[in-house]
């Protein structure tokens, strides 16, 4: 019966042990690469620039979806795309705004995205940009960026 129990007990502790622990940016361990887990529709949490909050100004003057996603079509390279969905002020016609990423290295992702000339916050919309990666799990994903000499803090989830 000891047996049994330790044979149960054991796995089940460290099962727990390694879904628990986590480091600064995502779990100790995942089994879903960094690329999946950023793969997924985000929404701004919070919102910080040059340490104001300006999480309410982001939603009121741009709320916009952020899609990262992946595809690979068959026999061509992969695409890494980035759409923003759901943009306040976005003028009446205009397409959704979007482009393309890429992991730079294993903590940042260059951003390239062609908004058309839609204004939004800081690097979103914006071009070219650099966001490093702060956090990054299946449900949270943080990032900062230096975009015109401003220091932006992004809390998606």
Known sequence: MKK??????????LLLFFTTCKYEDGPAISFRSKTS?????????NLK????DSTQRYK????????????????????RRIFLYGCKN????WNVPFG?????????????IDGGGYKGIGPICHG???WNILRLTHDEFW???????????????
């Open 4 to 13: 049994i129990k330790r044979q149960i007990l054991y796995p089940l502790i």
């Open 37 to 45: 887990r950023l793969c997924n529709d985000w929404n701004v949490d």
């Open 49 to 52: 620039i040059d340490g104001i």
């Open 60 to 79: 009121d003057n741009c709320g916009c979806c952020i899609t990262l996603d992946y595809i690979k079509p068959h026999g061509d390279l992969p695409q």
């Open 90 to 93: 976005l003028p009446t016609g």
């Open 100 to 112: 393309n990423w890429s992991l730079y290295t294993d903590k940042n992702i260059d951003i390239s």
């Open 128 to 130: 070219n940009s650099t």
């Open 143 to 157: 990032f900062n960026s230096n975009f015109n000499g401003k220091e932006y803090d992004f809390k998606l989830k």
